[in-house]
């Protein structure tokens, strides 16, 4: 399980696209662990859905990665304050 913060560019039933921070750390799809710049990139939504959620909107993932290439899966998504402070390149 991994985890990120990041603001929503784009919401739809099959993904969230996301400007993420950098992370120090995902597995990638051949098991290795490497670091991972600051990027927008979609997610597949978690089982909780995406109601209330919008572009703009700041929010926190905790997300799971896939060996058969299958999306990235959020698994609990917080939403932050409009306002926190991203680093986002
Ligand atoms: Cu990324």
Redesign the pocket.
Known sequence: MFHTRGRVEAVSARAIDLH?EAMSAIRTYDGQLKP?MS?T?PFAPPPSGIAGIEVGDVIEIDFSVHKDGAPLRIVKLTELPRDTPLVLE
């Open positions: 993420h991972m990027m990139m």
